[in-house]
């Protein structure tokens, strides 16, 4: 029987992946990935914890994030694109115009 | 008769204003004729004022207005006529009106002739208002009215330069009026103190109310009063220490001298100890009274010291007039206020009359000063020199004048009350007093005419000048004889106590008079000898070291220079440039410049690198994370 | 007119609006009529406001946000009607008075906004709106500095402006707290009304650290020693009409703060603090005048002496009896009577000669006469002469002050002599001595305009020096009521001992 507790682990493990991969790539479209990885782990602990309790809610939530990650995506795409456009490159190590 | 105190009060006061209003004006002969009249008006009042009191022996006490109330304190506009200050009212505004009539002549050439008068004016209001009032606020309005016309008068040529200490010793006019301003200031904050004491422990300020709960205070109260106000007084009197200003201030025009050494400012002391005599009489501050007549007693031998050797025609005239205060006050410290107001009215009139005297002088010889630059005047000035010469017997102290009765009344309380050390200083002070008074009159009139080399043609005064200067001489010959009447009247109502000479001090009075009248006569005879035929210098005795120390006034001037002008500019511009630039600022500076300076630190942690934010960012996460989990832990 | 004091608010700043569409050479007279409109409504307020009534008088009250008890709540009583009137003043003067020449339509609706904010000030009721006005005064002062300044106006404008600031967020945060604190004890009703806050009698630890908190805030604005040091350089870089306005009514506000906030809300407190106080205002009081005494640029001598004055005024707050704060709140206006007319004196030899420095001058007693009566006038005034509007506050908080403490009292009052050091000297080395330099031979005297600025303070000077009376006791009504009040508000002994209550006031009861 897979338990509530192996779920969450599960998405303990994915959101760590995510977060290395967040810490450590310095390309933003690799970035945009692991944020994903990320969104997904909050996804499954969200749909577990919904079976478990028997609440609908968390897995309304899950579907929420499903649709604005789905849009963030589609807005993000866009603006790597243009910055790609006009940089170039997407390595955050060449990207530094904000600094103080 | 309340009608008659206003008059007197405010005819000088709309002098002041009328002259006031031609003040940027040229010369106008008009506006001293006027102002002259009004005081002559203000004495008219003030004479049937006194005339009332003396036939009814009544009081007139009105209330203006009011004028500071606040919490329990109220301060009305009032003003009360009693025999002590219908005597001030008729001195001031008899020698006022002279001193106003003799400005005409005197300011004749000046450009600011109608400035004058304004001034003049309003100093005589000031004194009014010093006298008249019937509280002590009252008092203080004219206390330092007389301050701020004293600081008009004395600098009243204000254009002139600064020059060194050693070319003059009062530097400029603008330097000693402040100075006179000043150091009265300093007393007035004595006097001020004096003031609080009495309210929080009377309620009031009122004369009256005062005096009447005095015997309810404690003893710390009354000595801390009576110390206060009388170190108020020792400012506008001039009294060691505070004394330097008064022969500074001769740097005014010398009706103003005549008029502050006579009439105004230097007698608001004496008359403040006096007006304050149930203070001064309670036996709580016995000390503080004896410390008065020994201050008085002191300041006179020391004053009349340094007029023994001053070259100076003013200022001889200057110290002789501190010296006379210090006897009014040893009479008044030892409880003998009718003869302190007594000697205060025969010396306002032979004071007034021999610096008017001196003013001729002046105006003869184009502002010289130096006595030993004069001599021989006699020949031109006869009027001058046979007022002068009446003046300085009568302040020499020589009967039947004025001086000699007055005097002589002090020395002989200063025997009465078994105080012989002051008596037997007061009484050589009186052949000092002999000895300066006859020195200067005799090397400025008699002699060779040493103004020769200098080429001045010396000229006698406008004859309506000398004219109104003669009722000042009258009184100087008479005022003596009407003593007994005086102290009958001042004495008659309840504001002045009595006092007389016990039976033992009656039988010696002879013996008392005969010793001072040798040494005054011993004076005027020494001073004779050695300069009625002409100036002999004799070098040796110029250069010792007793003349060098009475000539520089004991270095009093040079120490107050060395260890407190100059030490407090110096220590004001080290607050400035150190503590307040360097110290409070910088700090403060300190402060912004390192919160401004933390900012530009961190900001280099803003790197603009989206992954370096990232890695901050989860940091920052993680701690949150574990300090919320140890919080819930232990709480 | 019930709602006065809304038009008195307001005004000028609708006026100040408008000004954006008058033409530039109109501007001036414009803003003048504004001003004095503006001034003899203040005129009308005074002769309707009912000096034996101690209390508020044309209260305004219209809730803003009442879930938190934050409404517009004006009022005035005898200790705030009298620096309106003169806030209305001395920016009429002052603009008349002004040669301001460049940006001149700027300056005008800076002024007139200036002037909202100040009388918004000194008759709010409610925290908030006294904090809101209380900031926005800085703005306009601020850019007036900054626009029409000397050389450093940058610094000096940005320092005023922090400097202020910080201290007035500390007393935000007291202000905050005190709310806070009604909230509690009322049963969770929010009010930041100060009426409201005077009922609440607060434990002595609170009072201590709430004392504080608003004195940091009022310290800083008044300023005291050894908060001061913005004072100079704003003075020193401010254009004549800024420093006239800072003198007279900025500085007002802290002590006005201290009377209507410190004193009534924490008395055990203020009792408490008597001391130490004491202590800041006399080093404040010798300390400045001996700075001043070392200055050599006139406007900085006035500057340092407004300091020292300060100091006087603060001490006479902390005496709790009702001759010295009655004294002390004259001495308000009279300081900013007399200061703004000496800064304005200031200005006009400042105009003539582009310099302030006093070693230029020397002589103009000579070649300026009526100037030379006018300061004249002032510096007697200033250096608290009997008869002129110095005196008067100054012997009486003196005269209070002797019952706390009579060291202290003689310390501050060294003022009057150290007063008449550095005033004297100024114009001894100003107006004194032979025209030295040629430049100074061809100075012109007043001209018509400056006469009509400076002439009625001159009158203003003489009038409340002889009868101060019509001022003087709705005052102190006002002040009796506030004392009666805080003795019987007072929780520990000390406070209830020292606190004095007038004998008048007490039959009364």
């Known amino acids: 029987m897979i338990e509530l507790n192996d779920y969450l682990i599960l998405s303990g493990l994915l959101f760590t992946i995510g977060l290395v991969g967040v810490l450590r790539r310095k390309n933003l479209l690799m970035l945009f990935f692991a944020t994903e990885v990320m969104l997904n782990a909050a996804n499954i602990a969200f749909a577990a914890t919904s079976h478990y309790y028997n609440d609908l809610s968390g897995q309304m939530f899950a579907f929420f994030i499903i649709a604005v990650a789905a849009s963030e995506v589609a807005v993000g795409l866009g603006l790597l694109i243009v910055l790609y456009k006009r940089h170039g490159t997407l390595d955050l190590d060449n990207l530094a115009s904000m600094k103080g | 008769m309340e009608k008659f105190v206003y008059i007197a009060l405010f005819a000088p006061f709309v002098s ?238 010398t009706p103003v001298s005549a008029l502050i050494h006579a009439a105004t400012m230097v007698t608001a002391g004496v008359f403040l100890v006096i007006r304050a005599n149930p203070l001064y009489s309670m036996p709580e501050v016995g000390e503080v009274s004896y410390f008065i007549a020994a201050l008085g007693t002191f300041v006179a031998f020391f004053a009349a010291s340094m007029a023994l050797v001053n070259r100076d025609l003013k200022r001889i005239i200057a110290y002789s007039t501190l010296s006379q205060l210090g006897y009014m006050f040893a009479a008044a410290g030892l409880g003998a206020y009718w003869i302190a107001l007594f000697h205060l009215a025969a010396h306002a009139f032979f004071k007034a009359l021999l610096f008017l005297g001196a003013g001729n002088v002046m105006h003869a010889m184009d502002d010289e000063l130096d006595i030993f ?122 504001v002045m106590p009595n006092y007389a000479m016990s039976e033992h001090t009656h039988h010696l009075v002879w013996i008392l008079g005969s010793i001072v009248l040798a040494f005054a006569v011993g004076g005027v005879l020494l001073a004779r000898y050695k300069y009625a035929s002409g100036l002999k210098r004799e070098m040796k005795c110029e250069n010792s070291f007793i003349y060098q120390l009475l000539k520089n006034q004991y270095y009093v001037p040079q120490f107050y220079a060395e260890f407190i002008s100059k030490p407090y500019a110096m220590i004001s511009e080290k607050m400035w440039k150190t503590v307040d630039m360097k110290i409070i600022d910088i700090t403060v500076d300190g402060i912004a410049k390192f919160i401004y300076s933390s900012g530009d630190d961190t900001r280099k942690m803003q790197t603009g690198n989206l992954s370096n934010y990232l890695n901050w960012m989860s940091f920052g996460l993680v701690a949150l994370l574990i300090v919320a989990a140890i919080s819930s832990v232990i709480g | 007119m019930d709602n006065i004091l809304s038009v008195l608010v307001f005004f000028p700043a609708v006026a100040g609006l408008l000004g954006f569409v008058v033409d530039k050479n109109s501007i001036r007279v414009y803003g003048i009529s504004v001003a004095t409109v503006e001034m003899l409504l203040a005129v009308w307020l005074w002769m309707s406001f009912d000096g034996t009534n101690a209390g508020m008088q044309f209260v305004e009250s219209i809730p803003l946000v009442p879930d938190f008890g934050i409404s517009y709540y004006l009022g005035v009583d005898g200790i705030s009607i009298f620096i309106v009137i003169m806030a209305a003043l001395m920016t009429l003067l002052g603009m008349i008075g002004m040669s301001v020449e460049k940006d001149i339509k700027n300056m005008i609706i800076s002024l007139l906004f200036l002037e909202m904010t100040m009388i918004g000030v000194f008759v709010s009721l409610d925290a908030i709106i006294f904090y809101l006005f209380w900031e926005l005064s800085l703005v306009p002062m601020l850019y007036i500095i900054g626009a029409w300044g000397g050389p450093l106006r940058i610094y000096a404008s940005i320092k005023f402006f922090l400097y202020t600031f910080t201290g007035s967020l500390i007393m935000l945060v007291g202000m905050l707290f005190m709310a806070h604190l009604y909230h509690g004890v009322s049963d969770g009703i929010w009010s930041f009304s100060i009426t409201d806050w005077y009922m609440m009698v607060l434990p002595v630890n609170y009072q201590i650290w709430l004392f504080l908190a608003f004195f940091i805030g009022f310290a800083i604005k008044v300023p005291m020693f050894p908060f001061h040091t913005w004072l100079p350089y704003a003075h020193g870089q401010a254009p004549t009409i800024g420093s006239v306005i800072l003198a007279a009514v900025l500085l007002k506000m802290g002590t006005y703060g201290f009377v209507r906030f410190s004193l009534p809300l924490f008395p055990d407190a203020s009792v408490m603090m008597i001391e130490p106080i004491m202590v800041i205002s006399i080093i404040m009081i010798i300390y400045a005048a001996m700075v001043a005494y070392a200055q050599e640029d006139i406007k900085q001598v006035i500057a340092y002496s407004s300091v020292s004055h300060m100091g006087v005024i603060v001490l006479g707050t902390f005496a709790m009896n009702a001759e010295a704060i009655s004294g002390s709140i004259f001495l308000m206006l009279s300081h900013g009577i007399v200061s703004g007319a000496l800064f304005m004196l200031v200005g006009v030899i400042y105009d003539r000669r582009h310099t302030k420095l006093m070693s230029e001058f020397g ?125 019987d508000k007072a929780r520990t002994p000390e406070a209830k001992e020292r606190i004095i209550v007038s004998s008048i006031t007490k039959e009364a009861k």
């Open chain 2, 16 to 253: 002041s204003i009328f002259a006031a209003l031609f003040g940027m004006s040229p010369k106008k002969t008009f506006v001293g004729v006027i102002a002259s009249l009004l005081l002559a008006t203000s004495f008219l009042a003030s004479a049937l004022l006194a005339m009332f009191v003396y036939q009814t022996g009544g009081t007139i006490h009105v209330t203006m207005m009011d004028w500071i109330g606040a919490g329990d304190l109220s301060i009305p506009f009032g003003f009360v006529v009693d025999q002590i200050s219908v005597t001030m009212m008729t001195v001031v505004t008899l020698v006022s009106t002279v001193v106003h009539i003799y400005s005409i002549g005197y300011m004749d050439h000046d450009k600011s002739f109608n400035r004058f008068f304004s001034y003049l004016s309003a100093f005589v209001f000031s004194m009014m208002v010093l006298v008249m009032s019937d509280n002590f606020a009252g008092l203080f309005i004219g206390w330092e009215g007389v301050g701020v016309c004293s600081w008009l008068l004395i600098g009243f040529w204000y254009h002139k330069e600064d020059v060194s200490p050693e070319e003059n010793p009062s530097i400029s006019p603008s330097w000693a009026a402040n100075e006179a301003f000043i150091v009265n200031r300093i007393a007035d904050l004595a006097m001020l103190v004096g003031i609080f004491v009495l309210y929080w422990n009377t309620g009031s300020l009122q004369y009256d109310v005062v005096f009447a709960n005095l015997p309810y205070l404690n003893q710390t109260v009354l000595t801390t009063a009576a110390i206060a106000l009388f170190i108020g007084a020792m400012g506008k009197s001039a009294q060691f220490p505070l004394h330097t200003w008064l022969t500074d201030a001769m740097e005014g025009p």
């Open chain 2, 373 to 494: 630059k004069m001599g021989g005047l006699k020949k031109s000035m006869r009027w001058t020199y046979i007022y002068m010469g009446v003046a300085s017997l009568a302040l020499a102290g020589i009967p039947p004048l004025a001086g000699f009765f007055s005097k002589d009344a002090i020395i002989e309380t200063a025997f009465n009350e078994g105080t012989i050390v002051l008596w037997a200083i007061l009484v050589v002070t009186a052949g000092m007093t002999a000895f300066y008074s006859f020195r200067q009159v005799f090397l400025t009139f008699e002699g060779d005419e040493r103004y020769k080399e200098f080429g001045i043609h010396p000229h006698e005064m406008y004859k309506y000048v000398l004219v109104a200067m003669s009722p000042l001489a009258l009184l100087a010959v008479i005022a003596g004889f009407f003593q007994g009447g005086f102290q009958t009247f001042i004495t008659s109502g309840d």
């Open chain 3, 363 to 487: 002589g103009l007693a000579s070649v300026m006469p009526k100037y030379a009566v006018i300061f004249g006038i002032m510096l007697m005034a200033s250096v608290g002469l009997p008869l002129t509007i110095g005196f008067v506050g100054e012997f009486l908080v003196l005269l209070g002050f002797y019952k706390v403490s009579a060291i202290g009292a003689i310390l501050a009052g060294s003022t009057i002599v150290l007063g008449a050091v550095y005033m004297l000297t100024l114009y001894k080395r100003t107006f004194f001595g032979p025209v030295t330099n040629d430049e100074n031979k061809k100075l012109f005297d007043l001209n018509g305009r400056e006469m009509v600025s400076l002439v009625p303070l001159v009158i203003i000077v003489i009038w409340l020096g002889v009868y101060p009376k019509p001022i003087l006791t709705p005052i102190d009504n006002s002040v009796k009521a506030m004392l009666s009040f805080m003795e």
